[in-house]
């Protein structure tokens, strides 16, 4: 149950990191650069299970810190920092995109903000509600032994998937047409709360996590297990009403967990040793730069996707011609970023905080 020490693991897990980034950007290529039908696709569907929530796995990852004190100044010093970075720079770039592509500025600012996914910004909203509810939970069971505060985590991981599940029953609980859940993009922490948690759980019992990596029967029954939930989710459609999101969970999990164990298995090939593991870990360190940037460089090709969702589905050449154009808007959003940061007020106000 200890942090993690080796700086090894440490580039893996960044170099995951970018690889997370890069699938992201490929997925807006797909679906904002060739307006491609997620239903006719081969590769949007399988996309979205794993790049968001293997995200929010390895910020949940982070934030733990074993021999971190959570006084209430340590702990609203955290909060204070969080709210800079997250919220101030999305802010920013949310209106230079308006500026840019909009023409009403006050007509589409306001949409966005109403909007649960703050026009494609939601992501830095949903990070902070996450690490506030992490900050403050940590800070209230902090009295609390070792092995009771693991249980407290282990019952918030239990909460989250719970509201979780309630955001896709709107029989249950309307979450898509509840004004505040929206505006405040709280349905979207919502969804993806579980994730954090569980990384920050997976952070507490590492050594016993690698353990289980290691056994010959880890990987074998995630691989088996999320092909049966894939196949339910988008052949079979076997599990209806109440239980048609138990095969998309336990997918998600899986895959996840499948990448996590292919990157430190192979974690030799992530080092800043090889070229593939500097160029990752280095979109990995950039991610809050390249998901800023990226809505601005992303190019406009529906043709392309009138083409592909004319034609039979292939998972190759889907994942083919998103990839390569999202590795070369990285690498202009790296460009572009490195020139602001030249300025270090832009660096600090732009990206949250300043060149080391």
């Not at 023409?103 to 506030?132: H, I, P, R, V």
């Not at 974690?267 to 809505?295: E, I, K, M, P």
Request: contains cysteine; positive net charge.
């Amino acid at each position: 149950m200890s942090e993690i020490k080796s700086s090894n693991r440490l580039e893996w897990l960044d170099a995951m990191r970018g690889f997370t980034m890069i699938m992201v950007v490929a997925y807006h290529v797909a679906q904002i650069s060739y307006v491609q039908s997620f239903r006719a696709s081969a590769s949007l569907p399988f996309l979205v299970l794993f790049r968001m929530p293997l995200f929010f796995f390895v910020s949940g990852f982070l934030a733990y810190k074993a021999s971190f004190i959570w006084s209430a100044r340590n702990t609203l010093s955290l909060l204070g920092k969080k709210f800079k970075i997250q919220v101030f720079p999305a802010l920013v770039f949310l209106c230079l995109f308006i500026i840019l592509r909009k023409n009403d500025f006050g007509a589409s600012f306001c949409s966005s903000m109403e909007s649960a996914t703050k026009g494609g910004y939601w992501f830095t909203w949903a990070l902070l509600q996450m690490f506030a509810v992490y900050y403050l939970f940590s800070f209230a069971i902090q009295r609390l032994s070792q092995r009771a505060q693991h249980a407290m985590m282990w019952g918030l991981w239990v909460a989250s998937l719970v509201a979780y599940e309630f955001c896709y029953m709107p029989k249950v609980f309307d979450a898509e047409h509840n004004y505040f859940l929206n505006t405040s993009s709280l349905i979207q922490g919502m969804k993806y709360m579980h994730f954090f948690v569980m990384g920050n759980i997976v952070h507490r019992y590492w050594n016993d996590v690698q353990r289980l990596f290691d056994t010959q029967w880890f990987f074998p029954v995630i691989c088996i297990v999320a092909f049966f939930c894939c196949a339910d989710l988008f052949r079979w459609h076997n599990l209806r009403f109440v239980w048609t999101n138990l095969p998309r969970t336990v997918a998600m999990y899986c895959l996840l967990f499948i990448v996590v164990v292919f990157f430190r298995y192979y974690q030799r090939w992530f080092t800043r040793q090889t070229l593939v593991g500097r160029s990752l870990q280095y979109v990995g360190t950039r991610t809050l730069d390249v998901y800023l940037l990226h809505f601005f460089l992303l190019p406009q090709l529906p043709a392309v996707g009138q083409w592909l969702n004319s034609v039979q589905p292939n998972f190759v050449l889907d994942i083919l011609l998103s990839l390569v154009p999202a590795i070369v808007v990285v690498a202009f959003c790296l460009l572009v970023s490195n020139i602001l940061r030249i300025s270090p007020l832009f660096s600090e106000n732009f990206f949250g905080r300043k060149n080391s």
